[in-house]
């Protein structure tokens, strides 16, 4: 019962923007830590957005261009991308953990993952 449905992904060039859509279903998100995650082929799955414990964590090479952010009535998550560039290209998930984690941009710390939307930057 417990499921995520990512959408919004797509072709876009660089300097465009996307906005990311995770529904979840069979459980509400309100209290949970949440994160957006991608991976490129070849290379690990990164977070690139979490949220936990009421604070939020980018990392460096999105800080400033990504933004998490929630709509409890609608039981999603969102992540909105501007600035964009090809090394964003990826597969791109959302996740949830049933608890707070300290370090929320590690993959490895999330229970539940959803099928994932591509995301492709390019001219």
């Known amino acids: 019962q417990l499921q995520l449905v990512e959408s919004g992904g797509g072709l876009v060039q660089p300097g465009g923007s996307l906005r990311l859509s995770c529904a979840a279903s069979g459980f509400r998100l309100d209290y949970y830590t949440i994160g957006w995650f991608r991976q490129a082929p070849g290379k690990e799955r990164e977070g690139v957005s979490c949220t936990s414990g009421g604070s939020t964590n980018y990392p460096d090479s999105v800080k400033g261009r990504f933004t998490i952010s929630r709509d409890n009535a609608k039981n999603t998550v969102y992540l909105q991308m501007n600035s964009l560039k090809p090394e964003d290209t990826a597969v791109y998930y959302c996740?949830?953990?049933?608890?707070?984690?300290?370090?929320?941009?590690?993959?490895?710390?999330?229970?539940?993952w959803g099928q994932g939307t591509q995301v492709t930057v390019s001219s």
């Open positions: 996740a949830v953990r049933e608890s707070y984690s300290s370090r929320c941009l590690r993959p490895n710390n999330y229970n539940y």
